[in-house]
């Protein structure tokens, strides 16, 4: 089942913050997050396997709350390069490997 | 270059025609993926592979879609009688299973569209 993505889009200023939602309906072995440029393959950000876990690197970090029904990817300080679409990847069964895509966020910073 | 390889790149057909896509991907990734993205729309599950065996298809998938991957290297996803809702882009993506962090590769995509 996909998961349900939030915003659909957002438009920001460059320096400010936001906040994306990836939520499905059942439990989450794990969830991966990507980002998309305009006319380009998606790129890996991180992976999160564990309730509670909170990664990031850089300005870019995410949580997997304790359920493991919903993720979140926070941008911090956004630059003109973080624009794009992000996709959550989630996989429902440990072991798969088999990754269902969210509806996609797409993101425009802007001078 | 070493990164996952898609071809052709663009192709346009004509409705009824079959068409082939091939995707090359890191060599020794033993995971292959394919995904149909539409415009706005998150990447849709197709299928995938674990060397050369296709461990799921998408029950979403009609039988006119079939996709193989001979001897676990490079693979082909096939359309048989197109039809104009296959227009999209068909994405290719590796991995490999030991891997810590599982990440897809993805291919820059072969975009289909049928007239």
């Known amino acids: 089942q996909q998961p349900v993505q939030s915003p659909q889009a957002v438009i920001l200023r460059e320096g400010e913050d936001a906040v994306i939602n990836c939520s499905s309906s059942k439990a989450l072995y794990s969830v991966h997050w990507y980002r998309q440029k305009h006319g380009e393959a998606p790129v890996f950000l991180m992976i999160l396997l564990k309730g509670g876990e909170q990664k990031g690197h850089d300005k870019i970090s995410a949580s997997f709350n304790e359920k493991k029904q919903q993720s979140s990817l926070y941008l911090t300080a956004s630059q003109l390069s973080y624009s794009g679409t992000y996709f959550c990847g989630t996989e429902a069964t440990s072991g798969t490997y088999k990754y269902i895509f969210g509806t996609g966020t797409r993101l425009k910073v802007l001078a | 270059d070493t990164g996952v390889s898609q071809n052709p790149r663009h192709k346009i057909t004509k409705r009824g025609q079959n068409v082939t896509f091939r995707c090359d991907p890191i060599s020794e990734h033993n995971r292959l993926y394919w995904y149909r993205q539409t415009l706005g729309q998150g990447p849709e599950f197709l299928t995938y592979?674990?060397?050369?065996?296709?461990?799921?298809k998408s029950r979403l998938l009609s039988d006119r879609f079939s996709a193989e991957r001979p001897k676990g290297s490079f693979s082909t996803l096939e359309i048989q009688r197109t039809e104009q809702g296959d227009s999209a882009m068909y994405l290719c993506a590796s991995s490999l299973v030991s891997a810590n962090t599982g990440e897809l590769f993805f291919g820059e995509g072969s975009r289909l569209t049928v007239l």
């Open positions: 592979f674990q060397n050369e065996a296709q461990l799921e």
